[in-house]
């Protein structure tokens, strides 16, 4: 079983900056079985689908919703477990539940975080 925990989100004006941490866990989740998962940063606004923001992958290959290029960096501390995103030149249209997202190799398995509130307002 695998736990992920998403923290870091909040309220913050158009232009400024968040940084959002999933921590992952479980029995079953060691630093070497973490290292194989792919993590997905998705959000979902209200009345909107669950939208695919940015992802990397076991070897460190990332990728971006065109939306996002180049306001926002993805990253991952596989000794630590944890997955960053960094958000930089928010703008309103980024308000949105964002969600962790680990995919086994192979995608045989998905988790989900709770997710973590993104209110960007001036």
């Known amino acids: 079983q695998v736990q992920l925990v998403e923290s870091g989100g909040g309220l913050v004006q158009p232009g400024g900056s968040l940084r959002l941490s999933c921590a992952a866990s479980?029995?079953?989740?060691?630093?070497?079985?973490?290292?194989?998962?792919?993590m997905n940063w998705y959000r979902q606004a209200p009345g909107q689908q669950r939208e695919l923001v940015a992802g990397?992958?076991?070897?460190?290959?990332?990728y971006y919703a065109d939306s996002v290029k180049g306001r926002f960096t993805v990253s991952r501390d596989n000794a630590k477990k944890t997955v960053n995103l960094q958000m930089n030149s928010l703008k309103l249209e980024d308000t949105a539940v964002y969600y962790c997202?680990?995919?086994?190799?192979?995608?045989?398995?998905?988790?989900w975080g709770q997710g973590t509130q993104v209110t960007v307002s001036s």
């Open positions: 997202n680990a995919e086994t190799p192979g995608r045989i398995k998905s988790y």
């Open positions: 990397i992958t076991n070897g460190f290959g990332t």
């Open positions: 479980g029995s079953s989740l060691s630093i070497g079985s973490f290292s194989l998962n792919t």
